[in-house]
């Protein structure tokens, strides 16, 4: 089955919660934290900030969706803590990804 009907089964349920993905960099670990529609913290996930960082967060951010059973279409939106260093290429990364978040909710 394709992301699209996966999707567009997903959003004719009724009560399907939609979640934030903050990325935040504290010292040298990166911090992922997962919150629902009211802004309440579910789940957090700590990494050590190491090349390549691509693969390291599209793993993590894998993972923690996979440990609360989420499907890839409840992120609804991506946001940078204000540890995240702007001229930083994790910055850029995240954009991407929040791009694509975005891209992915408007597709029909």
């Given amino acids: 089955m394709d992301d699209r009907k996966i999707k567009m089964q997903i959003s004719n349920i009724k009560n399907f919660e939609f979640y934030t993905l903050v990325f935040d960099v504290e010292g040298n670990e990166i911090i992922l934290t997962l919150h629902d529609e009211r802004g309440v913290e579910v789940d957090r996930f700590r990494m050590v900030y190491r090349p390549p960082v691509d693969n390291l967060l599209l793993t993590a951010i894998d ?19 204000q540890g995240v260093d702007k001229n930083s290429s994790l910055y850029r990364m995240v954009q991407s990804f929040a791009a694509a978040i975005t891209a992915a909710q408007t597709r029909p």
């Fill in 63 to 81: 993972n923690l969706l996979n440990r609360n059973r989420l499907h890839k279409f409840a992120l609804k939106a991506v946001q940078l803590g």
